[in-house]
């Protein structure tokens, strides 16, 4: 493909808006957005300004104008948008978490690899400039190895301020939502772990409220992780070495400043940049760069780590007890 990929926009809620302002501001190319309804595709396009506005998902994926579709659906959803649009031959950007469980999304990646078509988890967090810069300071080994990884993601969230996480047939509860960024940086550093540990309390309505994870690594480095919907955390991680350690401000996941204490406790680096708007730009960059060079997965955010992270939420979906409509 010689010219820049053309984005469609499959799903207009919320995270939508904010990955389409992010990646328009930068000048990328988006050209039809699809809803359930032409009401919505209207809304939406006169927003952005996109002139070709679906009224169905269907509508969307037949449209040659497009060549990566960004899925942007509830939770549930996912997988069946996602397979559509690689069976449609589009390449694919899915949004966090990439699948329900990692039955789906051992699906989806069997579909990208017999296409032959780029598909990736929309974990924007890892391609910030924050955490660029975080690999970089690991792989030079300042920290030494890692021993410890903290992270929280805890909002206020109740079901009045946020009815589809309370939802189980709209795959709610804090672990996919809330819980998968903190799973997610674990597995970034750390890889699979050997063993899980998992404890959570649930709703009225069979979610997962609160979660807590241990993960547990054969180098016997461990990751101490939580996330909950109940009450408003700190929402700041950690990344402790064996010869020193990173602590990231809040809030860790978007694009943060942190510091770098040596093990001595001196301060060897503050690190503060910025970026435009949210940052969503940067996993955007990262899919155009592969589309165009043939590839069907990033380094970044692999077929494998996705596949890794889901396996993970399920064994600790498995322990804590949440199950959804039709698993």
Known sequence: MAQRPRWGILGTGGIAKLFTRDIMGEGLKVTAVGSRTKEGAEAFG?????????????????????????????????????????RAGKHVLVEKPFTINAKEAGELVRTAREK???????????FLPTFERLRDIIAAGTIGDIAVV?????????????????????GGGALLDLGVYPISFAQS????PARIQASATLTDLGVDRQTGVILSYDSGAQASLQCGMAALGPNRAFVVGSRGRVEI????????????????????????????????????????RR?????????????????????????????????????
């Open 46 to 86: 006169s927003a952005f300004g996109i002139q070709s506005r679906h009224g169905s998902y269907e509508a969307l994926l037949a449209d040659p104008e497009v060549d990566i579709v960004y899925v942007s659906t509830p939770h549930p959803f996912h997988h069946p948008n996602a397979l559509a649009a690689l």
């Open 116 to 126: 032959g078509l780029f598909l990736m988890e929309a974990m924007w967090t890892r």
């Open 150 to 170: 903290l992270a929280d993601h805890n909002q206020f969230l109740p079901i009045e301020k946020a009815q589809r996480l309370h939802l189980p047939e709209l």
């Open 189 to 192: 550093l750390l890889g699979s």
């Open 249 to 288: 401000d809040s809030v860790w996941y978007n694009q943060s400043a942190f510091t770098v204490y040596s093990r001595e406790n001196e301060v060897l680096e503050r690190y503060a940049a910025g970026v435009r708007n949210r940052g969503m730009q940067y996993q955007a960059f990262e899919a155009e």
């Open 291 to 327: 589309v165009l060079a043939g590839e069907i997965e990033s380094p970044l955010m692999s077929h494998e780590a996705s596949l890794q992270v889901m396996a993970i939420m399920d064994e600790v979906r498995s322990q804590t007890g949440v199950r959804y409509p039709g698993e």
